[in-house]
């Protein structure tokens, strides 16, 4: 237990200088602050809006977590904002761990190997609800294996109780996907007729209450079409022809290499060992095996896609990694190989990366560049113990080469904050605002820029780059660098690819 907890706080460790140096994304992280926000001053609980729209797109789950570290010290929310991704994650790891049965060097290669795969890696530094989702289907198949490893089987309310705060959670397929674990297990093993043990009228009645108490307040709170947005349409239109992040059907299929990088190619080669060599006869292997390809084909066939959507098949797939017994073959190292050969050559290439990318050039810090030299050397070190067949060994020098390379990265978060969010413009706006109190804010083609009300405790007014004639003759604006040519500024300064500045009137 000592030596586990060691293993967390080193890793958070690693992780801390990014939780704590970095900007929010604009695209989600800033839009959960101020519907967080705007919930609170609302006292809004189940019913939640975004300036005003009705934000029907997620449970309240992850919300009402955010709006708590909100109420909390503003020193204090950014570490705790790491917190609500990256408890979830030791929590799903340790349950797996347990689900799977492994013990000693293998459990510590799979704890190293998870928290540096590159889609767990940035979703805990991400302030999204998919972490927590996976935790809860992990707990739930958790659940239903050790009632169904007892020697009778019977209701166990924990199985329904984690279906429903999967949903809770972020959605439909928090229920979906360990449902459809556990069906098609027992389908494997021939037990079809003990759903009932797992699904009695105990265990449908409490999902049933749940879900009666969530819409009831819902529709108490926000009405007929809050609710019929949160239930019909989000589900039935994330899932056939969505209105938002419309993939085709092989989105995963070419995603799946990157995201899972640098383990990719040894987690598939893995699950094709277990099967070829029929080593899938343990129930817990059955299920892992089982539990992979349902969450990556149900994925695949729901046609709302993002590459973060794909964070419940990390846990699963990295356990076949643990469990396949072909370790030291030629193949397993071949694959390790190709992986480790890019990272090799990350340090040489910096420079010329950054020639072709001059936002590259101005994130550069001696943080940076030590990181990614970090990142090479492990990466060579990783591949000389690879060739000396020593491939255990050869993937834990690489995860940990890419954690101290995570931390030393982080350190350099604040150049890169000018890309990454919209903090140091809003930072911008606010000295501009102290000598000129009565001019509006307006955004000039900027995403979600309604959300630096955040920052700046004001509205936030938008406009379209087609609308410029509509801006007002004296006011404090923001616009991409590309298109500042087309307003005459006073006071402007530049921020990342943005500019800030009054205006007096467009040319």
């Known amino acids: 237990m000592k030596k586990t907890a060691l293993f967390y706080l080193v890793v958070l460790l690693c992780l801390l200088p990014a939780i704590l140096l970095r900007d929010y994304t604009p695209s989600n992280e800033l839009r959960y602050l101020s519907i967080a926000d705007e919930a609170l001053r609302e006292h809004h609980l189940f019913a939640f809006t975004n300036h005003g729209v009705p934000y029907a797109d997620k449970p309240p789950l992850f919300l009402w977590l955010v709006m708590l570290v909100r109420c909390c010290p503003l020193w204090m929310q950014h570490f705790l904002?790491?917190?609500?991704?990256?408890?979830?994650?030791?929590?799903?790891?340790?349950?797996?761990?347990?689900?799977?049965?492994?013990?000693?060097?293998?459990?510590?290669?799979?704890?190293?190997?998870?928290?540096?795969?590159?889609?767990?890696?940035?979703?805990?530094?991400?302030?999204?609800?998919?972490?927590?989702?996976?935790?809860?289907?992990?707990?739930?198949?958790?659940?239903?294996?050790?009632?169904?490893?007892?020697?009778?089987?019977?209701?166990?309310?924990?199985?329904?109780?984690?279906?429903?705060?999967?949903?809770?959670?972020?959605?439909?397929?928090?229920?979906?996907?360990?449902?459809s674990v556990i069906v098609i297990f027992l389908f494997v093993k021939g037990r079809e007729g003990d759903l009932p043990h797992y699904f009695g009228w105990k265990s449908l009645g409490l999902l049933l209450l749940l879900f009666a108490i969530w819409f009831g307040a819902v529709y108490i709170e926000g009405g007929n079409s809050y609710l019929y947005d949160l239930t019909v349409h989000q589900t039935l239109g994330r899932a056939f022809h969505s209105f938002h992040h419309r993939q085709p059907v092989y989105f995963y299929l070419y995603m799946y290499w990157p995201l899972l990088f640098p383990w990719s190619l040894w987690a598939a080669l893995s699950a094709w060992n277990l099967?070829?060599?029929?080593?899938?006869?343990?129930?817990?292997?059955?299920?892992?095996?089982?539990?992979?390809?349902?969450?990556?084909?149900?994925?695949?066939?729901?046609?709302s896609k993002l590459s973060i959507y794909l964070l419940p098949l990390v846990p699963f797939a990295l356990s076949l990694i643990a469990l396949c017994p072909t370790v030291e073959s030629r193949c397993v190292r071949w694959a390790l190989g190709l992986s480790y050969l890019p990272l090799?050559?990350?340090?040489?290439?910096?420079?010329?990366?950054?020639?072709?990318?001059?936002?590259?050039?101005?994130?550069?810090?001696?943080?940076?560049?030590?990181?990614?030299?970090?990142?090479s050397l492990s990466a060579a070190a990783a591949l000389v113990l690879l060739a000396r067949k020593a491939v255990e060994k050869s993937s834990v020098v690489l995860a940990s080469g890419i954690l101290l390379t995570t931390a030393l990265l982080g350190f350099s978060m604040p150049k890169a904050n000018a890309y990454l969010g919209y903090g140091e413009v809003a930072h911008e706006v606010s000295l501009l605002r102290a000598s000129h109190p009565h001019h509006p804010v307006v955004a000039v083609g900027m995403k979600r820029a309604a959300n630096m009300d955040v920052y700046l405790k004001e509205n936030v007014r938008l406009l379209s780059d087609s609308c410029l004639n509509e801006l007002p003759d004296s006011a404090i604006v923001v616009m991409k660098q590309s298109d500042a040519v087309r307003i005459r500024?006073?006071?402007?300064?530049?921020?990342?690819?943005?500019?800030?500045?009054?205006?007096?009137?467009?040319?």
């Open 81 to 179: 904002f790491g917190l609500l991704t990256f408890i979830p994650a030791v929590v799903t790891i340790e349950t797996m761990l347990r689900l799977i049965g492994l013990q000693g060097q293998r459990a510590w290669n799979y704890r190293i190997l998870t928290m540096t795969t590159v889609l767990w890696l940035v979703s805990m530094l991400t302030l999204r609800m998919d972490m927590l989702m996976t935790m809860f289907i992990v707990l739930a198949i958790s659940q239903f294996y050790r009632t169904y490893s007892s020697s009778r089987p019977r209701e166990n309310l924990l199985l329904p109780l984690w279906l429903f705060l999967g949903v809770f959670t972020k959605g439909a397929v928090g229920f979906i996907v360990p449902f």
């Open 275 to 303: 099967f070829r060599r029929q080593h899938y006869n343990g129930n817990s292997v059955r299920l892992a095996i089982i539990a992979s390809a349902v969450v990556f084909v149900s994925l695949s066939l729901i046609s």
């Open 344 to 375: 090799v050559f990350m340090a040489p290439a910096l420079p010329v990366v950054g020639s072709f990318w001059p936002e590259l050039t101005s994130v550069m810090s001696p943080f940076f560049i030590a990181g990614v030299c970090l990142l």
């Open 489 to 507: 500024w006073q006071a402007a300064r530049r921020v990342g690819e943005y500019v800030v500045g009054t205006t007096t009137k467009i040319r």
